[in-house]
């Protein structure tokens, strides 16, 4: 995500409270791919996982962004509709949407300390 043009990259959340934090960032790569990286650290992920360092990437491949855009409903730049419909709050639903309308993604997780 770093080292690409601001235009190119959104923030969705980004969160600093006493004990935790949360972030999930998108960028598109010059390829037309999706990257989507997310990281949560502190309490919050110690009490769920055992640990307090919870890290994953998404990426949508260029040839499946227009099924990502018919399923938010609206033509436009990707980037600012998801910014619309999953800023704040909103990112924790947004593994569950694209499963739900069937938008292909490859995901990478890592839990651990």
Known sequence: ???ESKKNSVTLREEH???DYRFLGVTRQKNGDLVFEGQDL???VRD???CAEYEWRWTIKAQDVETLR???GHRGDPLALLKKHFSGDA???LQGFL????VPFESYSRIGD
Do not use: D, I, S, T
Not at 99 to 102: Q, R, V
């Open 1 to 3: 995500m770093f080292g």
């Open 17 to 19: 409270r006493p004990g």
């Open 42 to 44: 502190g309490q919050g």
């Open 48 to 50: 769920a996982f055992g």
């Open 70 to 72: 018919q399923a938010l």
């Open 91 to 93: 990112a924790a639903g």
């Open 99 to 102: 499963e739900e309308h069937g």
